[in-house]
């Protein structure tokens, strides 16, 4: 630290965010189904437990474990603690572990030990609250983490629960309008998943109602075709580009904070199409009406994420999903993501999903990661004490709390 | 170090670039008007600095500031001591005694600070020098920073410039290549915005005399439609793509370094659009005539920009713009510059432009965290002693001095 | 290192990597012809030799030195000693040294040293073993270096010395199957240039039997004009989308591993084309099959790559051409590599050709590079010291014994 620099004590303790209280802005459902549930992930086997843990969906080929990763590394490292086990220790020894205690202990001691005062949980994906169910949903997590927890709302899944309610096509967008409107009634934020289902080359205007209505005939017979719910093949899901549109739209127009999947994800995606530098026809187009959009994940186009923040007053970016699954990359991540963004419009969140272990290596790994960060740029004399103070504030729960309004 | 290294002693000064004079090979005029001019920078609110520090040109969203940035903290950390304050003074107190001390006696300092030599100006934006202006252009600027003034002359303005002459269509080919020559006469490089105005897919060729007397007929129509001068619309900017290839081959053709602008900058650019890799198939259409090209600012696409600097003889990169709106994160994008670009074609510039602060931060972050990098390589036995010396007055001052004959 | 952490010591010596025994998972032939020899890198002058070291393949400007880089530091670092000199001597002293041992001596002392355990030899570019030969290939190399050499097949080479053996058109298809299973009876992989050859963006599915035989008509009819192999012209190699496509789905069902050209190389492929995520369609085309898809070189696409390897169980990734080209950069390129990819398909190789430097530092510079990177996670607590032995053995050496099954 050069000498010349007046920075006082760094603050929140000597490393990385003390207990510093985060706002998990976007995460999911857990499962906590007890053993032989189907998908269970209380006695999990190896393979299993892998897949879950980060974004493959097949078995690893023989010799190789999705595991031996960063990733696999941070779980062993924030994770057996709370187990009882100490940090690093095997995999296997850590399964083992894991079954001894059920699935519904291991949760509530992993949620426990993430220090997560408020949760935004999308719902869209995983099963809900109840006292039959084996996931762990909005009130489920909440009570486990001893946070408070909000909604978040996926526009597709709406449009796919009114697509089965036997709407006509006709009355699809005002009844769309309505289910929004009804289904966010608490809602902190809704989130997009276009990325996904088309990425992020689309017309950027708002669809007419006559697009809607054609669209709509269309997707709602093909559905119909597909058969039951149950059954429904990926050729029913919403995946009309006007119909995408229209429910982005729909959610922008309801005023709350969009979130919209960008970067990495599973094999369901195609990379370069959900590059967020794409959406800057469609974050013009917004900007009239105000409303904000997050870009979740970003990786690896968080530069480019970045700078949208930088120069679009109404976009923010979370670093979720990927603090967690670069494990010890996690600060160089999170410092590209910093180049440009303005710390203001930065946000924590874990994108937790199925396995407890994702809540708290996203918390512990950002925790981890963003404190060793700032307090090397103090150390640097880039920051103040203050500066580090404030930021991790910011980032960590902040900025989360304002742009959600999850206090009031 | 190793100890099998023979390294000698680290030469420079102890620390990062001692005070090695730079060549600011890429830089804007800076407004030094008096409180209450347009615009002024003298006793700019914080909102209007903010935005002219960065590339944002809208008010930030409430509870935001885009000076809790990397950025913002760079310019306290550089700037805040030329003015009698501590490095990294609170931003109210530092624009409190920016306002004391007056636009001018900051300019002053903070161009005094910067340790320039030469400076090389780009006069497409920004007013010009004079009695009565509120602008520090070439010979203000140089004044002030106690360097040697150059001009960099900008090719659209060139054409718009002409535009306004009244110049018929048919002779705007012709009528252009005599303005530029005539411009240019004592000038360092030319500049292109072509990565502005249209984005870098574009026909590689030279437009054929007949394209550019069609598209210039139509554009000076459409520009004389528009109005005066003073109320030009963003419609009536030159950004025809054949209009705009033929000046950048004019460019090309009067012989002089072209300098491209690449990668962001403000919101009136698509992202995608300006990575310098798609400029390709331009860079081997001007290889014969054997022009230099160089690629400005590059980020978030610095590697691709250093691949073709590695590949193609002719091809240059620049580091302005970036190196300063990174901050602390400087070092790291530094070094991808330096993966593959060799030393002998990589330039340090600014890209200051309306506030002074730009110069001092461009320059002083420039000097630590290359400094810093460079010794790191040392320390790890990558670089000898020698190599930093060389590399720093490389990279720093000679390629340009020798790339732009700035001593001729 | 956290006093909570169970790491014991850190294996494989103190520093980086010891002594590990590599396999070279793709690398070339290397030239050792005499002084006088066309093209000898022998006696090399000083820009002929910098321009076998990286990817240009003309002089460079006036006042540039393709060795003033982290690769040419990278070569002075690691070359030297082996030549008797101390590391980092400056490169006109390395060149008189290296005229003075003479091309064999010196290619015997850099491969001696590279501490290579197998070969696998893409023999598609440079000379062939033979006692006349001025080229050091499967044999050779593997004789110098003390390890065992396998071959890789490059699958266009196979069409062109088909094409060559005056086939017909109607016959190309079948022939082309039997003769890569004779060129590969012993191979270990195939390897596919569509990258340089056309780029990703390619119709993933197998050509129908009439496609084939249509643009084989022409392609042979095209090759036969532009006359003997001799003199074949670019416009008369292999560069028919629906070829490269055949030839590339030819080796998917011959079984063996394919490696794949993704990311830079020399100025004769088009960059933004060869990002390996464009591949993804193919991808999931070949899954099917199953055949591994070993992408090569990816920089700086290292993260896309990554992704690819972490949601495809096919997909292997390796680090070769890019670790050593940017020298003291290979650290945080590998780091990158490692965010996602899982530690079980990632591979060490050089991706040497012609000049014996390019084995060393390949070699070396990964050695030290991803030995520090391990070490310094191991010293954060990401990764245990088992868990650093392992990794080190598995991206170093085992992952490619297993893969491309080089002990059977």
Redesign the interface.
């Known amino acids: 630290m ?1 000498s ?4 006082g004590n760094l603050p929140l303790g000597d490393l990385p965010l003390g207990d510093l209280p985060l706002v998990d802005a976007h995460c999911h459902p857990v499962f906590v189904g007890s053993p032989g549930s189907a998908g269970s992930a209380g006695s999990v086997d190896r393979g299993e437990f892998e897949r879950m843990l ?8 023989v ?8 990733l696999g ?2 779980v ?2 924030w994770c057996a ?1 709370p187990l009882g086990l ?3 220790a095997p995999l296997d020894r850590y399964l083992d572990r894991r079954a001894d205690l059920g699935p519904v202990e291991v949760a509530r001691r992993l949620l426990g030990a993430a220090g997560l005062s408020y949760l935004l949980v999308d719902t869209g994906i995983g099963g809900a609250d109840g006292a039959d169910s084996d996931w762990w949903s909005v009130q489920g997590l909440a009570s486990a983490a001893d946070a408070v927890g909000r909604e978040v709302v996926r526009l597709e899944s709406v449009a796919e629960g009114l697509a089965d309610s036997g709407v006509a096509a006709a009355d699809f967008a005002d009844a769309y309008v309505d289910a929004l409107a009804k289904a966010t009634r608490n809602a902190a934020a809704v989130k997009s998943i276009l990325g996904y289902r088309h990425g992020f080359d689309v017309d950027p205007r708002r669809p007419s109602r006559a697009e809607v209505t054609v669209a709509a005939r269309d997707w709602l017979r093909r559905r119909q075709e597909a058969g039951a719910a149950q059954s429904i093949a990926s050729r029913a899901r919403l995946s009309d580009e006007a119909l995408l549109r229209f429910v982005l739209w729909s959610g922008v127009d309801r005023g709350l904070p969009v979130q919209l999947h960008t970067g ?1 994800g ?2 369901d995606l ?3 199409s959900v ?1 967020p ?2 959406l ?1 026809p469609m974050v ?1 187009a917004v900007e009239a009406v105000g409303t ?1 959009l997050v870009l979740l994940h970003c ?2 186009y968080q ?2 994420a970045g ?1 949208l923040a ?5 976009v923010y970016v979370d670093v979720g999903l990927t603090v967690g ?5 996690a600060g ?2 999170l ?2 993501f ?8 930065l946000m924590f969140s874990t994108d937790a999903y199925r396995l407890a272990e994702r809540y708290l290596v996203g918390a512990a790994q950002f925790r981890h990661s963003f404190g060793r960060l700032l307090r090397d ?1 103090w150390r ?5 004490a203050r ?1 580090v103070e ?2 991790a504030v ?1 980032v960590g729960a902040d ?1 989360a709390r ?1 742009l959600y309004a999850i206090d009031g």
Chains 1, 2, 3 share one sequence.
């Open positions: 050069p010349d620099f007046p920075l980060g974004e493959a969906d097949r078995p690893a080929p010799g190789v474990s999705y595991a031996d990763s960063l590394a941070a062993r490292r603690p100490p940090a690093g990495f599973d094999r195609r990379l370069p590059n530098a794409l800057q013009e904000p990786y690896p530069r480019e700078w930088a120069v679009y007053p109404h699954q670069v494990g010890a990359q160089a991540v410092a590209e910093c180049e440009l963004a303005p710390f203001g419009k740029w640097d004399g880039d920051l103040t500066d404030r930021v910011m900025n304002r």
